[in-house]
């Protein structure tokens, strides 16, 4: 990775824990903003790891609860949305 990639790829992952903390998913448009203005190249790879993060996450969510469905039909729990 170049510098732009890395710096935003760190920024990213900060950014994405205080939005979990905060639940401001505004914070990310607003520091995509202020990248803009001084670093097109870093606001890309910041917006480029902001999108493949959540996209991880929401991944593994699907994947928890597609395990968690199945091994509940094993054991024959049908109750289990």
Known sequence: MGLAEDLGD?????VLKVVDELGD??????????LGASSTP???AFMSSIRVRQ?????????????????AKKDG???TP
């Open 10 to 14: 760190k920024l990213a992952i900060d």
């Open 42 to 44: 870093t606001e890309e």
């Open 55 to 71: 996209a991880e996450t929401r991944a593994r969510g699907f994947l928890r609860d597609y395990v968690r469905r199945e091994l």
């Open 25 to 34: 998913v505004e914070l990310i448009a607003q520091v995509a903003k202020v």
């Open 77 to 79: 729990d049908t109750d």
